[in-house]
């Protein structure tokens, strides 16, 4: 399948700094990429789905000041958590959309983990 | 809207044996594509199998399978002479709608006892 890199893979910040996490294709050209948190044991929630040289699509209830979606290259989409809080630990993880024939897989990163003390 | 039901938290089985995960769901469009994904404790989520609702046939990937049930909304995930590496966790998701979205369930927790 195909490979989506994330990083970093864990990241410790002090309150009210702001975290960026990068994710790449390695392998192929992304035309649209996805943000997802997932706090522990629970499923994993759409956050915001980000197209190349356009504006991210936040789900409803997302800050989109608060998360800011940058995808300036086919390979490549960040995410900024901005002024962050204790609140925003979570597990971030993103994804990029393949199409194969009439399928649109989603192939994930591993996903980075962030603690804001 | 799309809804993925997993009714089970947690399930064992014996290292060797197969073992069912259920997945029910719920969508007004006529066409979409149900998903199954693996996600260890490392917290990568692995793509395993997919199943598009017009496919005929049930979807197979090596040990893998796919009981597409569509009159009863449902996709089970088989997996068949389990081993130690597929203790993780499941998710079952939907994808559809004009912007193929995927919806997740909350997932099962496998454990696989040698």
């Known amino acids: 399948g195909a490979v989506v890199s994330q990083h970093p893979s864990w990241v410790i910040c002090k309150s009210g700094t702001s975290v960026k996490i990068e994710c790449r294709s390695l392998d192929f050209q992304a035309t649209t990429m996805f943000w997802y948190r997932q706090f522990p044991k629970q499923s994993l929630m759409l956050m915001a789905t980000?197209?190349?040289?356009?504006?991210?699509?936040?789900e409803q209830g997302v800050e989109k000041d608060k998360f800011l979606i940058n995808h300036a290259s086919l390979t490549l989409s960040t995410l900024t958590v901005t002024s962050a809080h204790p609140e925003d630990s979570s597990f971030y993880i993103c994804?990029?959309?393949?199409?194969?024939?009439?399928?649109?897989?989603?192939?994930f990163g591993p996903g980075t983990r962030l603690t804001v003390l | 809207a799309q809804k993925i039901t997993q009714t089970q938290p947690g399930m064992f089985v014996q290292e060797k044996e197969a073992v069912t995960l259920d997945c029910t769901y719920d969508?007004?469009?006529?066409?979409?594509?149900l998903f199954w994904y693996k996600q260890p404790s490392s917290g990568e989520m692995i793509f395993l199998i997919y199943q598009g609702s017009y496919d005929q046939q049930n979807a197979t990937e090596g040990r893998y399978s796919l009981n597409f049930q569509k009159a009863r909304k449902s996709a089970n995930l088989v997996i068949s002479a389990s081993q130690l590496g597929d203790s993780a966790m499941y998710f079952c998701?939907?994808?559809?709608?004009?912007?193929?979205?995927?919806?997740f369930g909350k997932g099962t927790l496998l454990t696989v006892n040698p």
């Open positions: 980000s197209n190349e040289g356009s504006k991210a699509t936040y």
């Open positions: 998701a939907i994808q559809g709608g004009s912007n193929y979205k995927l919806t």
């Open positions: 969508t007004s469009d006529p066409s979409y594509g």
């Open positions: 994804s990029a959309r393949v199409a194969s024939g009439s399928t649109l897989t989603q192939y």
